[in-house]
């Protein structure tokens, strides 16, 4: 295994930022670490990466230990925080050099891993890194973990903030990372990401709900869904939530994603109880339930 998490717990004070968190991640696999803001994925990152020492537990990452071989760990492991971090008064370029420097080596020397990515954001060498776009922020931030070759690779939320187009260009880029043997651990807040990844964890509040495929986990999703649409989208939400046989009711794009209690479900008789709530125009059609749908039941 590339990297094995066993029992692990933080807290700040009063609050638990992770509780016994438990689970491994294998030699060339893309993992996701899949939650809200606040679940526990930063602070789960920054004790891998031996920023921080964890309460309870114990974890190896590249086979080392995070105690007794946070130095060698250091060395082996590339970290994209979710904040850039780089020094924006340097250039695309010294940004690249200096932590090339760092780690003994040179920008020909790795240059095979970044290439790709380099290619990218070579016409903006001399720009200082403060002055590029929020996606090129990203690509540099990237090279500069890759750039010491690391065997494991640590992005905390890469994409948050950038524009859809760059963040399935950043997608690309981690997906040809992968097929170089480096083993991949990132977390997200976005659920639709998960379905990129291999296997991924679903964290709230510091606890693991689920680790498995994302095919799996929607496989294991307990109840039929359906997609409730109607002319008042608010006053639908308050009536399916009255409703005495609702399980479950989030908005979901134009629709509202609703479950029902009842092991025999009717749309008919969801349709009339609205038309008694004087709602119009209404649709129940049963639809494919996402990782979105499972975090949300898993949480409830």
Not at 194 to 206: E, H, K, N, T, Y
Not at 220 to 227: A, D, E, T, V
Request: glycine share 6%.
């Amino acid at each position: 295994m590339s990297i094995v998490v066993d029992g692990i717990s933080k807290s700040y004070k009063s609050l638990k930022a992770l509780n016994n968190i438990s689970f491994d991640v294998k030699e060339g696999e893309l993992f996701g670490l899949i939650g809200p803001d606040g679940a526990g994925k930063t602070t789960l990152f920054r004790v891998l990466v031996t920023l921080l020492f964890a309460d309870e537990g114990k974890a190896t990452v590249a086979g080392f230990d995070l105690v007794k071989d946070y130095k060698i760990i250091r060395e082996s492991v590339g970290y994209m925080p979710g904040k850039f971090s780089l020094y924006q008064d340097l250039t695309v370029e010294e940004n690249l050099k200096f932590f090339a420097t760092i780690f003994g080596t040179t920008i020909e020397e790795n240059y095979e891993l970044i290439e790709d990515i380099y290619v990218q954001i070579e016409p903006f060498k001399n720009r200082r890194a403060g002055k590029l776009s929020g996606g090129m922020k990203q690509k540099l931030a990237l090279c500069c973990a890759l750039i010491h070759k690391p065997t494991v690779l640590f992005l905390d939320e890469p994409t948050t903030g950038v524009d859809p187009v760059s963040r399935k260009e950043f997608w690309d880029m981690i997906k040809r990372l992968q097929l170089k043997g480096i083993t991949i651990l990132v977390s997200t807040p976005y659920m639709d990401e998960a379905a990129l990844c291999d296997r991924i964890a679903l964290i709230q509040d510091g606890i693991i709900l689920q680790i498995d495929s994302p095919e799996a986990i929607l496989k294991q999703y307990p109840k039929l869904i359906y997609n409730v649409r109607a002319d008042n989208m608010y006053q639908l939400i308050q009536s399916l939530k009255l409703y005495e046989h609702s399980h479950s009711v989030y908005p979901f794009g134009e629709f509202v994603h609703y479950t029902d209690k009842r092991t025999y479900f009717n749309p008919n008789d969801l349709k009339l109880y609205l038309a008694e709530k004087l709602l119009t125009n209404i649709t129940v059609e049963i639809t494919e339930p996402t990782i979105e749908d499972a975090f949300m039941e898993l949480a409830k």
